[in-house]
C-alpha cells in the first residue's frame, strides 16, 4: 500500500505521461479480467514503488516511469487481429519502441521495458535490480488480476456486479 502522500509524489513523476491522450487511450483497452492497461499499469508501478523506497531518487524515477509504461502497446490484445497475434511473446518489444518514439526514454528505461516478459521472452533475462523489480511486479499483479477476474465471472456476486455494471453504462 502507498500512502496518499506518497500517490501525490507518484502522480508528479508521472505527470506528462498521465496528460498523454496515447496514455489515457489506454483506459480503453483491457488487460486482465475487468482491469484495464491503464489500471493495470498504475497497480504496477505502484508495485514498483513499494519495491524500491531505499532506491537513489534517479535511479527510482526511472523504474517507476518504465513500470508505467511496461505496457504501453496501445491495443486491446482481445481483439483478434493479425498485427498483435502472439501477443504475449512480442508486446514488450512493442511497448519499448512506443515509449522511446514518444517519450524519448533512456536506453535504461526502454530495457526495462523489453524485458519485462520474461520468461516468455527467454533470451530478455532481467539484469538489473529495476528490471527484476518490475518483471516481479507484473508478474504478481497480472496474477491477481486474472484470478480476481475468473471469480468474479464464476460468483453470483459477480453476476451481479456484471448487471449493476451494464445498467450503469
Ligand atoms: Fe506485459
Ligand atoms: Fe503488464
Request: overall charge positive; glycine content about 2%.
Amino acid at each position: 500500500m502507498i500512502s496518499e502522500t506518497e500517490r501525490q509524489e507518484l502522480s508528479e513523476i508521472l505527470s506528462d505521461l498521465l496528460d498523454s491522450d496515447l496514455v489515457q487511450s489506454m483506459k480503453r483497452y483491457i488487460q486482465h479480467g475487468t482491469v484495464s492497461t491503464f489500471d493495470h499499469a498504475m497497480r504496477v508501478t505502484e508495485r514498483c514503488y513499494e519495491r524500491s523506497r531505499r532506491m537513489p531518487a534517479e535511479k527510482r524515477r526511472k523504474l517507476l516511469r518504465a513500470a508505467f509504461l511496461h505496457d504501453f502497446y496501445l491495443y486491446d490484445w482481445h481483439t483478434k487481429d493479425p498485427s498483435h497475434k502472439w501477443h504475449g511473446f512480442h508486446h514488450a518489444r512493442r511497448a519499448a519502441n512506443n515509449a522511446k518514439a514518444v517519450f524519448h526514454v533512456s536506453e535504461e528505461e526502454c530495457r526495462m521495458i523489453d524485458r519485462h516478459m520474461w520468461p516468455l521472452n527467454p533470451e530478455r533475462i532481467p539484469m538489473t535490480k529495476s528490471e527484476w523489480i518490475l518483471t516481479l511486479a507484473d508478474k504478481r499483479v497480472s496474477f491477481a488480476e486474472t484470478w480476481q477476474g475468473f471469480f468474479k465471472k464464476k460468483s453470483p456476486a459477480g453476476k451481479e456486479n456484471e448487471k449493476e455494471t451494464a445498467t450503469r453504462s
